[in-house]
Every structure is written in C-alpha cells, then in structure tokens.
C-alpha cells in the first residue's frame, strides 16, 4: 500500500536555507494589516453610506406612490398620477443616483491616498534595505582584504 508521504522535513530544511530576517518579515506583515485595515475602513464606510442612500431612496420611492394608488374620479386622474410620479421619481433617481457617485468618489481618492502611502513607505523601506546591504557588503569586502 502506499504511504502518503510528509514533507515537512523537506519544506523546514528548504525554509532553514533561505536566509530570512524573521523581524523584518514580522514588520512587513505588521505593515500589510496596517493597509488592510485602512482599506476595510474605506469599504466598510462606503457600504454604510451606501445602504443610507439606498433606504432613503426607497422610502422617497414609496411616498411618491401613495397618490398612485388612491382611488380617482376620472380615468385621466391616473394617467396624470403615474405622470406625476415618473417625473418624481425620475428626479429622486437622480439625486440618489449622484449621491451613490460621490460615495464612489470619496472611495476612490481615499484608495488611491492608501495606496500612494504604502507605495512611499516601500520605497523607504526598499532604499534602507538597500542601504544596509551595501553597508554589510563593504564591511565583508574590507574585512576580506584586511586578511
């Protein structure tokens, strides 16, 4: 029969000859929660403003249809009522329509404002990486040629 194997021997011995720096990689996932908050923060806001608009929308809707179904003396009554509530309702739609787009505006200018901030703080972090690894490799270098 054949015995499934277990390779957690192997993954550790592979990950034990990958120099790794456990606090940089520790700061980097601190980094990475940091940006996901800021951008659940982002969502979330947004989908609360979102299901405001939405509930104010429909009961603007819905008060603009209780003179729809009233009972009319002449037949045209109901023509002029459903007329009236196409028109009110054409412009709650758009009120509505322009508040659901300035939600989306506010969600992508304060995306974008993450973003630009996690790219900043890379690039910082890249250029002292970088700093540090040439200071370690002059201090190798000359330490060779000392000898």
Do not use: C
């Not at 608009?53 to 459903?82: G, N, Q």
């Not at 509505?96 to 939600?103: D, G, L, R, S, T």
Request: aromatic content about 6%; overall charge negative.
């Amino acid at each position: 029969m054949a015995k499934t194997q277990d390779f957690t021997k192997y993954m550790n011995d592979m990950l034990g000859m990958m120099p790794m720096d456990a606090h940089a990689m520790g700061e980097a996932f601190k980094s990475q929660a940091a940006y996901a908050e800021k951008l659940s923060k982002v969502a979330l806001g947004a989908a609360e403003q979102s299901a405001e608009i939405t509930h104010k929308f429909t009961r603007e809707t819905l008060s603009k249809m209780a003179p729809v179904t009233s009972v009319k003396d002449e037949p045209a009554d109901y023509t002029k009522a459903m007329t009236d509530f196409a028109s009110a309702y054409a412009e709650v739609a758009a009120e509505n329509m322009a508040a659901f787009a300035e939600v989306a505006k506010k969600v992508q200018m304060d995306t974008v404002e993450i973003m630009m901030a996690a790219g900043k703080e890379a690039q910082e972090d890249a250029t002292a990486a970088v700093k540090k690894a040439t200071a370690e490799t002059t201090a190798a270098t000359k330490k060779a040629a000392a000898k």
